[in-house]
Structure formats: structure tokens, C-alpha cells
């Protein structure tokens, strides 16, 4: 990934700097020599971004436009590139985009409020390092100052070198505030709210809303119509919803990876539909100019927990400790099984999590592993949880192998049953722990061909509440068994490294079975 992240950070600039921020995903055709037949086109691929899409900002000088993603890279097509944050460690993600009114800069502003100006976009201050009562989502430029308003998931607005209005702040919502717009004067805006209600400040004229009407998704933006000063608002699963605007089509109905995130009117009257996928749709006579690939578990976290130690046979004053597992005193940690030939367990976990980290940071996500060298003793199973929880991580795995009785065979998921303890209480991570435990239980069998067990568990699934590493979770998590070392069938598939990277495989597939599912719109 360390490529590819180079390559989201320069790409744009280097297409800038050549004129050409606007071929990606364009077919060019190279020139033979004199009186020879030119070459077969060649197919420009897309760049790509390592961070989910948040927003996009038409540059109004040369209707080309600009992707913005969650990590503050900036995607230019048939517009300027002028900068990012792109490789740039920052305190909270990028959240939105919003151009200068003549197409000469932009500004991305962050959940905290924090802004970052780039071409002739002028900073005129931001809520970074203040308190805030809510994240902010989203910012519009005032076209008559030159300056900006953010807005906070509770509707309050923060004014810089530009009028205050009002706002929402204060006022109890059915739903948070999902973003704003601002009428072509600037005399007013108008805030969203994800249940489709408007909210409308200064001259901004309220035509209508989605308030009240039950959804099949949540609105995530919404866009003025400049020719008739009506809006548009976009709902997360391509549902456009107009209100005194033209009509030109959604997209409804159709399958998207991730969620709809924004949309931009162009001169027109048509108008442009932006996933977090990357995607671009345009409608009317919005021109799609190029868009990006984003990797399917881009911005997302993996823990993988690789069960036991290496050093941990060697140090039982250590990994005997009793630990608070959830109600329950449970040992630190233990030093695993072993196949009759000497493979450990140990060393098993280790290079089956190894395997998977990389192929889940294939696949874009960010790893998180409890422990990285197989030589070291523990962390205790309290701690194996608590680095997946602060991490945030949006699926864990503790991955082992089975001591079972000889004459038994197969892998095992052991999920968490609901736990509230004096330190714990993993109620709300049980159901999509579950379903993790389906995905990750079907795609193992799928790849692996190793059978469910047939001496623990039913259907290959055990649901405990035993286990300190699940009950101390708040993310959710499963432990897999992939397979019964004391076996001779199984414990020879154990040994064999192709089949650790079958059961590496089977892994990452059922992860991402669940989180791509969590990150598709309803």
C-alpha cells in the first residue's frame, strides 16, 4: 500500500502540472511513425485513493471539479490541482470541500472543525483545537464575502468573514444535520438533516422537504439548482429527491458499494452524483470528466489478534495472572497447543494473521495486530481486547488453532454472548458479532474445504461466554479454531504453509463479506 499512497498523494499534482488533470480514466491514442497506422488506444487507468470519498466542489471556471476523500487527498479533473493533505497525519478526517467562487482555490474542512486553504481559497479561521459539542459535516463558501460557514452534526453553524443567519444549535432534531448549501447570493443557506428536513436562514427560501416522509435511506447532502434557485437533496442509496429544481434521473435502485456522499449542480441544469466508492455519475448535461478507485475496505480497521505467544511456555509467572475477563477470573494467558510433530500453536496464529494482514491491507484496510513478533510473552487476553476497542476497529479476529480430542475434526467460530459485567457489557456488539461469525464460517469453508467442526459448536458456530477477549469487546469479534492440531487429518493441514494461506484467505474473505455489507446503503 505504501505505493499507492505515494501515488494518491502525487498523482494529482503531477496530472496538474502536465495539463492533463482531467484524462484519468480516458482513452488516449498514441501517434506511429510517419505513414505507419497509429497504436491501439491506450486506457488511462483511475487513480487511486486510499481513503474513502467525502465530497466533491465544482470549479466553476473550467466545469471540471474536484473529489476530495477522508484522508484530505484531492482529485482534480479538468480543474487546477492546487494541493491536499493527502500524506498529511491529521487530527480528525476530512469531512468536505468547497471551491472559491471563481475556481481559483478550495478549502477542505475536518470533523474538528479544522480548515485547510489551498490555491486562493483565503483562511479566515476554523473550530480546530475548540470544543465542540458535536463533529462537524460539512462547510459552504459565502460567494459575496469570500469567507465560509461550517456546519456541526447538531446544526450549529459557525460563521467566518461571513454572516451569521441562525442555525439549529440548541434546537433538539429527529435526526443530526448531514450538511448545508448557500443561496448564490449569500444572503442565506439552507441545512439538511438526514431524515430529508430543510432548515432555511437569511434569504434562503424553504420549497420543500423530505421531513416526515419515512426513507428507504438517509439523506447525506444536498446542492442548490443556481438556474432556479431550488435545491436537490441526494439520499445515501442514489435517491435524489428536487424541489424546484429539473429532474434528470438517480440512482435509485442501484447496486453501490458504498454511500452516495454528494451532489453538484453543473452550468446546465444537470448535475453530478458522487460515492464514497469513488464513483461519478452525471445527469443532464453534467459531464463526467473522471473519477477514482477505492479500494473496498479503504478507511476501515482490522484487528487480527494471533492467539498465545511464543515466550509465553517459558514464563508462567506471567501468563498465570488472573485477569477480570468480564465477571469472571481468567489466567493472562496460556502457552497454546501443538501437533504431534512440534508445530505450535503459537507459531500457527502468528503466520495465519500474517498472511491475512497482508492480504486485508491489500484490499485497503488499516491492520491492527495484537502482538507482531511470535518471540514475546502475551498481552493478556484483557488487553488483546482493549487494543482492538481503541483502535475502533470495525471487525476483530482472534485467530487460533484447536486442541481437541484426537478423533475430532474441523474449525470452529466461537462468537460472543451477551456479558454485562462491573467492567463490560458487549450487549450492542453481539448481534453484528453474529453475523460476522456467519461470514467468516462461510467463506472459510468455501476456501479452505476444511468441514465445521463435529465435536464443538453447532453449524461450525459456538456462541460463549467464557471468553474474556469477547466479552471485553466493544467491536465487533469472533475467535476461529481453523482447525483441531490433535488430529492427524487436520493437524497436517496446520503444517502445510499453502493451506495457512487458504486459511489466511478464508479469513480475509469473510471479513470482508461483513464489512462491505455494513458499508453498503439500504
Not at 80 to 104: D, E, H, K, Q, W
Not at 195 to 205: E, L, P, Q, S, T
Not at 302 to 327: F, K, R, W
Request: charged share 15%.
Amino acid at each position: 500500500m505504501t505505493g499507492r499512497a505515494v501515488l494518491r498523494g502525487l498523482l494529482g499534482a503531477s496530472l496538474a502540472l502536465a495539463g492533463l488533470t482531467g484524462l484519468a480514466g480516458l482513452t488516449i491514442g498514441r501517434p506511429g511513425p510517419v505513414g505507419a497506422a497509429a497504436s491501439p488506444p491506450v486506457s488511462v487507468a483511475p487513480p487511486v485513493s486510499v481513503a474513502p470519498l467525502v465530497g466533491v466542489a465544482a470549479d466553476n471556471a473550467t466545469g471540471g471539479y474536484w473529489l476530495a476523500a477522508s484522508n484530505g487527498a484531492v482529485f482534480a479533473f479538468d480543474a487546477p490541482f492546487y494541493g491536499s493533505m493527502g500524506g498529511t497525519p491529521l487530527n480528525r478526517p476530512v469531512v468536505g470541500i468547497a471551491a472559491t467562487p471563481g475556481g481559483g482555490g478550495y478549502w477542505l474542512v475536518a470533523a474538528d472543525g479544522g480548515i485547510f486553504a489551498f490555491g486562493d481559497a483565503r483562511f479566515s479561521g476554523s473550530m480546530g483545537a475548540s470544543q465542540l459539542d458535536q463533529p462537524v459535516v460539512g462547510m459552504v463558501a459565502d460567494p459575496a464575502t469570500g469567507g465560509y460557514w461550517e456546519v456541526a452534526a447538531d446544526g450549529g453553524i459557525f460563521a467566518f468573514d461571513a454572516p451569521f443567519h441562525g442555525s439549529m444549535g440548541g434546537t433538539r432534531l429527529n435526526q443530526p444535520v448531514v450538511g448545508m448549501a448557500a443561496t448564490p447570493d449569500g444572503g442565506g443557506y439552507w441545512l439538511v438533516a438526514a431524515d430529508g428536513g430543510i432548515f432555511a436562514f437569511g434569504d434562503a427560501v424553504f420549497r420543500g422537504s423530505m421531513g416526515g416522509t419515512p426513507l428507504v435511506a438517509p439523506v447525506t447532502a444536498m446542492a442548490t439548482d443556481p438556474a432556479t434557485g431550488g435545491y436537490r437533496l441526494v439520499a445515501a442509496d442514489g435517491g435524489l429527491f428536487s424541489f424546484d429544481a429539473p429532474f434528470a434521473g438517480s440512482a435509485a435502485g442501484q447496486p453501490l458499494a458504498r454511500a452516495m456522499v454528494a451532489v453538484v449542480p453543473a452550468s446546465g441544469g444537470g448535475y453530478l452524483l458522487v460515492d464514497g466508492d469513488g464513483s461519478v455519475r452525471a445527469y443532464g448535461d453534467a459531464v463526467d470528466q473522471g473519477a477514482v478507485t477505492v479500494p473496498p475496505l479503504a478507511g476501515l480497521v482490522v484487528a487480527l489478534d494471533p492467539g498465545h505467544d511464543g515466550g509465553n511456555g517459558n514464563a508462567p509467572q506471567i501468563i498465570d495472572q488472573l485477569e477480570n475477563s468480564g465477571g469472571f477470573l481468567e489466567a493472562c494467558d496460556t502457552a497454546g497447543t501443538e501437533t504431534a510433530d512440534g508445530y505450535t500453536e503459537h507459531a500457527f496464529n502468528f503466520d495465519v494473521a500474517t498472511r491475512a494482514a497482508a492480504l486485508l491491507r491489500a484490499a485497503g484496510a488499516t491492520v491492527v495486530l495484537t502482538r507482531t513478533t511470535d518471540t514475546g510473552v502475551g498481552p493478556c487476553v484483557d488487553q488483546r481486547a482493549a487494543i482492538a476497542n481503541d483502535a475502533h476497529a470495525a471487525a476483530a479476529i482472534s485467530i487460533h488453532a484447536d486442541g481437541g480430542p484426537p478423533t475430532g475434526r474441523g474449525f470452529t467460530i466461537d462468537t460472543p454472548a451477551p456479558v454485562v459485567s462491573s467492567i463490560s457489557d458487549n450487549t450492542a456488539i453481539v448481534g453484528p458479532s453474529g453475523q460476522l461469525g456467519v461470514d467468516v464460517r462461510d467463506a472459510f469453508a468455501a476456501v479452505t474445504g476444511e468441514p465445521v467442526s463435529d465435536y464443538a459448536g453447532v453449524d461450525g458456530i459456538d456462541q460463549r461466554s467464557d471468553l474474556g477477549g469477547l466479552n471485553l469487546s466493544t467491536v465487533p469479534k469472533v475467535l476461529i479454531e481453523c482447525a483441531n492440531m490433535q488430529n492427524p487429518v487436520d493437524a497436517a493441514l496446520t503444517e502445510d504453509p499453502a493451506w495457512r494461506q487458504l486459511a489466511a484467505q478464508g479469513i480475509t474473505a469473510g471479513i470482508t463479506d461483513f464489512l462491505t455489507a455494513e458499508l453498503r446503503p439500504a
